[in-house]
T-cell receptor, first 110, second 116 residues
């Protein structure tokens, strides 16, 4: 089983839609979780960290469910500029290493 | 935020040659640097972790004699792909962790390597 798993998509949604991505991780000892955004042929950029209590940043909401070992990202009121690949990242327990999921492709359509 | 640069941004070389990629932290001292590889339509795969002044730690399946990593200073790490072959063609990305910031890694813009 992969350490971090995501649905690769693609998710094609109209502008203004709400879309949610899930990610599961295998190591229950993992402590730190992130969502990154990657545009084509560019480096990943931190979108938000994911905290146990859940956190929100504008149109983006991240949730962590430790019992089920999954992380979610909700995007409300999708914009064309949200089109990208969203990477779920888990920091391997006891290390500084980041383990990336395969990414979920989002395409927001006009 | 902290800035990490990579050089070159792209390189095309003949099979059998060696290619060196530099990763620099521009405005902070990087205690640890990481090297990733990303093949088309796949995610980033961690290749190795390097700490300044010590040998790099390689992930399982990554040949340390083929991918030479040097982290000689707190602002510079280099990855040398030795005797490159077409299957080494990939997007190589480095990241750096600043000693005081426990979790966050700052990513470089990546280097696209094409081996003919």
């Amino acid at each position: 089983r992969k350490e971090v798993e995501q649905d690769p998509g693609p998710f094609n949604v109209p502008e203004g839609a709400t879309v949610a991505f899930n990610c599961t991780y295998s190591n229950s000892a993992s402590q730190s979780f992130f969502w990154y955004r990657q545009d084509c042929r560019k480096e990943p950029k931190l979108l938000m960290s994911v905290y146990s209590s859940g956190n929100e940043d504008g149109r983006f909401t991240a949730q962590l469910n430790r019992a089920s070992q999954y992380i979610s990202l909700l995007i409300r009121d999708s914009k064309l500029s949200d089109s990208a690949t969203y990477l779920c990242v888990v920091k391997r327990a006891g290390t500084y290493k980041y383990i990336f999921g395969t990414g979920t492709r989002l395409k927001v359509l006009a | 935020g902290a800035v990490v640069s990579q050089h070159p941004s792209w390189v095309i070389c003949k099979s059998g040659t060696s290619v060196k990629i530099e990763c620099r932290s521009l405005d902070f001292q990087a205690t640890t640097m990481f090297w990733y590889r990303q093949f088309p339509k796949q995610s980033l795969m961690l290749m190795a972790t390097s700490n300044e002044g010590s040998k790099a730690t390689y992930e399982q399946g990554v040949e340390k004699d083929k991918f030479l990593i040097n982290h000689a200073s707190l602002t510079l790490s280099t990855l040398t792909v030795t005797s490159a072959h077409p299957e080494d063609s990939s997007f190589y990305i480095c990241s750096a962790r600043e000693g005081q910031t426990y979790n966050e890694q700052f990513f470089g813009p990546g280097t696209r390597l094409t081996v003919l």
